[in-house]
């Protein structure tokens, strides 16, 4: 079946950076842009940014520019998103989500904390 | 950036009875070339992902009941769940995915009454 499975949730100090996997399966990975959102505790959803893994062009919110990089590897069809200069705002379940008309379909989701 | 406004930030509603929840985008986000507005539902219950309800606006995703659907054009939008289940009990989000920023409404917590 078609999924998403993301790595393990992390604690990271102040100023640190975390980079999180998202591994695709049951499609074919180069055909759909992948997305990464995330949800601080209690809060809405926030649009990071979009890579298209078949070219690996990028595209990010304002917001994270110079912080974030996102990445793929086609021989394992996974997608990495880093962030850097981690702060304690930065406390939230990242999720990357498969990009076609919306996003319909979603992974699990990984517990970053960033905390001294 | 296009803004996403939804209405009421919470509501709730008697079991059987209709849900309707509000959506507006600072500009269109239909695209003239296909007719198409680029609007899409999501449901978050708690402690999982989003799940995608409806796309172009209007269109179900597959597997999703009847109960919920879609409407709405340009700038204004709506999506109503018919009759409330238990299992609706979540939060709705509506999203533009137009242009970057793919930006997200702030979300409707549906309770039951």
């Known amino acids: 079946q078609v999924q998403l499975v993301q790595s393990g949730a992390e604690v990271k100090k102040p100023g640190a950076s975390v980079k999180v996997s998202c591994k695709a399966s049951g499609y074919t990975f180069t055909n759909y842009y992948i997305h990464w959102v995330r949800q601080a505790p209690g809060q809405g959803l926030e649009w990071m940014g979009i890579i298209n893994p078949s070219d690996g062009t990028t595209s990010y919110a304002q917001k994270f520019q110079g912080r974030v990089t996102m990445t793929r590897d086609t021989s394992t069809s996974t997608v990495y998103m880093e962030l850097s200069s981690l702060r304690s705002e930065d406390t939230a379940v990242y999720y990357c989500?498969?990009?076609?008309?919306?996003?319909?379909?979603w992974g699990q989701g990984t517990t970053v904390t960033v905390s001294s | 950036d296009i803004v996403m406004t939804q209405s009421p930030d919470s509501l709730a509603v008697s079991l059987g009875e209709r849900a309707t929840i509000n959506c507006k985008s600072s500009?269109?986000?239909?695209?003239?070339?296909?007719?198409?507005?680029?609007l899409a539902w999501y449901q978050q219950k708690p402690g999982q992902p989003p799940k995608l309800l409806i796309y172009?606006?209007?269109t179900r995703e597959s597997g999703v009941p009847d109960r919920f659907s879609g409407s709405g054009s340009g700038t204004d939008f709506t999506l109503t769940i018919s009759s409330l289940q238990a299992e609706d009990v979540a939060v709705y989000y509506c999203?533009?995915?137009?242009?970057?920023?793919?930006?997200f409404g702030p979300g409707t917590k549906v309770d039951i009454k």
């Open positions: 500009q269109s986000v239909l695209y003239s070339s296909n007719s198409k507005n680029y």
């Open positions: 172009w606006a209007s």
């Open positions: 989500a498969r990009g076609f008309r919306g996003m319909d379909v």
């Open positions: 999203q533009q995915y137009y242009s970057p920023p793919r930006t």
